[in-house]
């Protein structure tokens, strides 16, 4: 059993930046963030594969967030900036065995979440 614990959530205002970071209790193929605003469907946001060679985001935060991993630390990472208010919502990290993991389905591990709230 993988536990996953997130850090790094807040409130931020528009165009500013904060720093989530996931930690492991193992080593896992691929590490994903997903986020869930109020009354919305979990969607993915961003994955990485154990080797940092394949990363995948979501269109709308192609620019702005950057995910990255530490496997020494069994840590990832996701560096949000140029924050809008639709990017509020609570941020969970997973963990999965597959390479190309971009839905909730896929994943077989997920941390409690943390809140990101970007206010006007």
């Known amino acids: 059993q993988v536990q996953l614990v997130e850090s790094g959530g807040g409130m931020v205002q528009v165009g500013g930046s904060l720093r989530l970071s996931c930690a492991a209790s193992?080593?896992?193929?691929?590490m994903g963030w997903f986020r869930q605003a109020p009354g919305k469907e979990r969607k993915f946001v961003a994955a990485i594969t154990w080797s940092s060679n394949n990363i995948y985001y979501v269109d709308s935060v192609k620019g702005r967030f950057t995910i990255s991993r530490d496997n020494a630390k069994n840590t990832v990472y996701l560096q949000m900036n140029s924050l809008k208010p639709e990017d509020t919502a609570v941020y969970y990290c997973?963990?999965?065995?597959?390479?190309?993991?971009?839905?909730?389905?896929?994943?077989?591990?997920w941390g409690q979440g943390t809140q990101v709230t970007v206010s006007s």
């Open positions: 193992e080593v896992t193929y691929t």
């Open positions: 997973a963990a999965a065995n597959l390479m190309q993991a971009t839905r909730p389905d896929e994943y077989d591990y």
